[in-house]
């Protein structure tokens, strides 16, 4: 059955009308068609459309058009149609298909001529269209898509693409709408320099039309086709001021000839155009900037907060992923060999695939910007595309290649780990398919990103060595064990705070001879290899003056002496005993130090206090001794103050906590008393070194 139209709808119309079916048969024409292309409607009814009304150069076409429409589609602009008498005119066209249920059966044409005033109101109102549309773009991509279907539609065009300016030499297709298939992989990037016409109207920064595929081949013979049989083609550069930012392209059907106030049109659509994609750059990069500097901000904190770097730069690698890449790795040269201590990806899968990449094929060290060159040069490298042919040129076999086809990197920059003149290691970072492309403002971030982590590093390296030599000198100076001594029972407990460097707590047993000891507990205010060395001092100095005199006092006083003579920076705290069985007495002194304790057999605990002292360094002063009874089976303890003190909390509480600790623990053995009693009263924070030295009378 012949396809119909509704002729109630159609031939009232001001406009003319023309129906044909889906081989291009005219089946229905109205009233305005016949006055505007023949004498009467057998004249245009069984005809052909493309031979009936359009010339031989525009045939083409109007073949791509009714494709297109028979499709699905719509097109609407202006071609060259021959009217009545033979008169080749210039009509506004509007192509629509025509259903029968879901299956499209043929074409609806409708046209007019293209009077001025009709013209300049269809341009205004698709320029308002277009941009209010540019006006709300918030990203590129939402100005490609206004570029490629509603300022193409606007033009008249079959075909419309944008490309942006990616770096001094380089454009890129954004988008792109009909075209030959696959252009869109083919022309992902290409040369500003290119002989393209996108690339040279940018270049000259004028509008570029060309008039019929003739004209097209014979300037740019290796250019690809947009779409077959006549092409006519207009490009518009987007420029803002001095800033060339990229090419709008449209393809027309048929040879086409553009009008001054055409122009003048598709000129106002391309700078509005350049506008909105200059806005959104520069937000993007404002925020971009913001972000980077509040990273920054934050990992600085945490780097230089935190002396385990290893765990910090694992955390910072993390945190920039994937907002800044979707891979980043740091690798730390110890030994000759570089070893990774941070990697984070995006994605999990990926990730592990990553891994694989990089157990089976490690980098050849003086591969270009592998982590070993830039390690060995000291120079960073920015990779802003990689193409599948530097993918190729790395591959060492078809496995090799598969695996870095799936990770698929698409831009990386690596970045030497620099403190002073020392290479500690790199950073690398790598975006993958659709994610950032670097470029120098990101690599400069990079870079001092990897200054303030090459700087976390060495500090923690530098501050582990030091910590090393406090720690071993701490080890050397305290002894290994108690003595042994006939007559007495001693035991220690020596706890170090939670923090990684040495402390300065020190105490000893010292064997007089006679059945008498000395003992002493001291603690030397900061921490590291001063405070360690200091304590070293201390205890040496304390072991000869006992053997000179191991009276209270004369020690005391000879230890003020030694800091008068040595001019050590150190305060030092310390409680001195000195027990003597035969006279059955205990004779205590402190310098600025806890109160030790006397605890009796029947259950009875005494605080000995004794008169204000000062520490030691602090200029010297009186020295008091307190002497009390000391017999069989009472226990002198000796502390420091980190058993006692609690932040926030009054010396009195912790002092009544250890006595309560004391009277309540019971065990016959004194080290595991005292193990007890420590463990229990301690602060558990550990903020502080707990020494505690015990010593019980047989």
């Given amino acids: 059955m012949a396809w119909q139209p509704s002729a109630e709808l159609l031939d009232d119309l001001m406009v003319a009308a023309l129906a044909a079916d889906d081989t291009g048969r005219i089946v229905y024409a109205n009233r305005a068609a016949t006055a505007l292309f023949g004498s009467g409607p057998d004249d245009l009814v069984g005809s052909m459309l493309r031979e009936r009304l359009f010339e031989e150069a525009e045939v083409g076409a109007a073949e791509e058009i009714s494709a297109r429409v028979l499709m699905g589609a719509t097109w609407s602009?202006?071609?060259?149609?021959?009217?009545?008498?033979?008169?080749?005119?210039?009509?506004?066209?509007?192509?629509?298909?025509?259903?029968?249920?879901?299956?499209?059966?043929?074409?609806?044409?409708?046209?007019?001529?293209?009077?001025?005033?009709?013209?300049?109101?269809?341009?205004?109102?698709?320029?308002?269209?277009?941009?209010?549309?540019?006006?709300?773009?918030?990203?590129?991509?939402?100005?490609?898509?206004?570029?490629?279907?509603?300022?193409?539609?606007?033009?008249?065009?079959?075909?419309?693409?944008?490309?942006?300016?990616?770096?001094?030499?380089?454009?890129t297709l954004v988008a792109i709408k009909g075209g030959t298939p696959g252009v869109a992989d083919r022309w992902t990037s290409f040369p500003r320099a290119s002989r393209t016409p996108a690339a040279e109207c940018l270049r000259n920064r004028r509008v570029l039309v060309l008039h019929g595929r003739d004209e097209i081949a014979a300037r740019y013979p290796d250019l690809e086709r947009a779409a077959t049989g006549e092409r006519s083609m207009v490009c518009l550069p987007l420029v803002v001021g001095d800033r060339e930012l990229g090419a709008v392209t449209m393809s027309f059907p048929g040879r086409r000839r553009f009008d001054a106030p055409e122009l003048a049109f598709l000129t106002l659509l391309s700078e509005m155009c350049a506008h909105a994609i200059d806005r959104i750059q520069a937000q993007a990069a404002a925020h971009d900037r913001e972000t980077k500097l509040a990273f920054l901000a934050e990992a600085t904190v945490r780097l230089s907060g935190d002396l385990d770097y290893e765990t910090t730069l694992a955390a910072v690698a993390e945190a920039a992923v994937p907002w800044f890449a979707d891979w980043c790795a740091v690798v730390v040269a110890?030994?000759?060999?570089?070893?990774?201590?941070?990697?984070?990806?995006?994605?999990?899968?990926?990730?592990?695939?990553?891994?694989?990449?990089?157990?089976?094929?490690?980098?050849?060290?003086?591969?270009?910007?592998?982590?070993?060159?830039?390690?060995?040069?000291?120079?960073?490298?920015?990779?802003?595309?990689?193409?599948?042919?530097?993918?190729?040129?790395?591959?060492?076999?078809?496995?090799?290649?598969?695996?870095?086809?799936?990770?698929?990197?698409?831009?990386?920059?690596?970045?030497?780990?620099?403190?002073?003149?020392r290479a500690l290691g790199v950073?690398?970072?790598?975006?993958?398919?659709?994610?950032?492309?670097?470029?120098?403002?990101?690599?400069?971030?990079?870079?001092?990103?990897?200054?303030?982590?090459?700087?976390?590093?060495?500090?923690?390296?530098?501050?582990?060595?030091?910590?090393?030599?406090?720690?071993?000198?701490?080890?050397?100076?305290?002894?290994?064990?108690?003595?042994?001594?006939?007559?007495?029972?001693?035991?220690?407990?020596?706890?170090?705070?939670?923090?990684?460097?040495?402390?300065?707590?020190?105490?000893?047993?010292?064997?007089?001879?006679?059945?008498?000891?000395?003992?002493?507990?001291?603690?030397?205010?900061?921490?590291?290899?001063?405070?360690?060395?200091?304590?070293?001092?201390?205890?040496?100095?304390?072991?000869?003056?006992?053997?000179?005199?191991?009276?209270?006092?004369?020690?005391?006083?000879?230890?003020?002496?030694?800091?008068?003579?040595?001019?050590?920076?150190?305060l030092v705290t310390i409680a001195y005993a000195l027990a003597d069985p035969a006279a059955g007495t205990l004779e205590l002194i402190s310098a600025g130090h806890p109160a030790p304790l006397l605890l009796r057999p029947g259950g009875s605990i005494e605080v000995v206090t004794h008169a204000e002292t000062m520490l030691l360094g602090a200029g010297g002063g009186a020295r008091n001794v307190v002497t009390v009874p000391f017999d069989p089976g009472d226990v002198a303890l000796l502390f420091t103050d980190g058993l006692v003190e609690r932040r926030g909390e009054d010396t009195d509480a912790g002092m009544d906590r250890l006595v309560d600790a004391c009277r309540r623990i019971d065990a016959p053995a004194l080290d595991t008393w005292l193990e007890a009693v420590v463990d229990e009263v301690r602060d558990p924070t550990r903020d502080d070194d707990v020494a505690a030295l015990a010593v019980r009378r047989g």
């Avoid at 033009?155 to 001094?168: E, K, M």
């Avoid at 591969?367 to 920015?382: D, K």
């Avoid at 042919?389 to 920059?413: C, G, I, K, N, T």
Wanted: charged share 25%; hydrophobic share 45%; proline share 4%.
């Fill in 77 to 171: 602009g202006e071609l060259s149609a021959r009217c009545s008498g033979q008169h080749v005119r210039e009509l506004a066209t509007s192509w629509s298909p025509v259903y029968d249920g879901k299956r499209v059966t043929g074409v609806l044409l409708l046209a007019e001529d293209t009077q001025h005033a009709r013209i300049l109101t269809r341009r205004l109102n698709r320029l308002a269209n277009v941009s209010t549309d540019l006006l709300a773009a918030r990203t590129l991509q939402d100005v490609a898509r206004v570029v490629t279907d509603e300022m193409t539609d606007a033009a008249g065009a079959t075909v419309g693409s944008i490309s942006l300016v990616v770096d001094d030499e380089t454009l």
């Fill in 427 to 570: 950073v690398t970072w790598v975006a993958g398919e659709g994610s950032r492309r670097f470029d120098a403002d990101d690599l400069a971030f990079a870079e001092d990103l990897a200054r303030r982590a090459a700087i976390a590093i060495d500090n923690a390296q530098l501050h582990s060595e030091v910590r090393d030599v406090a720690l071993r000198l701490q080890h050397a100076v305290l002894p290994e064990r108690l003595p042994r001594l006939a007559g007495w029972e001693t035991a220690v407990v020596y706890q170090p705070s939670g923090r990684t460097d040495a402390g300065g707590d020190f105490y000893d047993v010292v064997d007089l001879g006679g059945g008498r000891i000395a003992a002493f507990v001291g603690d030397v205010m900061g921490r590291g290899v001063q405070a360690a060395s200091v304590m070293a001092q201390m205890r040496s100095a304390i072991r000869t003056l006992i053997a000179l005199d191991p009276a209270p006092e004369s020690v005391l006083t000879g230890l003020d002496l030694v800091f008068d003579r040595l001019d050590l920076e150190h």
């Fill in 334 to 421: 110890e030994d000759g060999r570089l070893r990774t201590i941070a990697f984070a990806h995006a994605d999990t899968g990926q990730g592990d695939l990553v891994d694989r990449l990089q157990t089976d094929y490690p980098p050849e060290p003086d591969a270009y910007a592998s982590p070993g060159e830039v390690l060995r040069t000291g120079q960073s490298v920015l990779v802003p595309d990689i193409t599948d042919e530097m993918l190729e040129a790395r591959a060492v076999d078809d496995e090799h290649l598969r695996l870095l086809r799936d990770v698929a990197p698409r831009s990386m920059m690596s970045c030497p780990l620099i403190a002073g003149d």
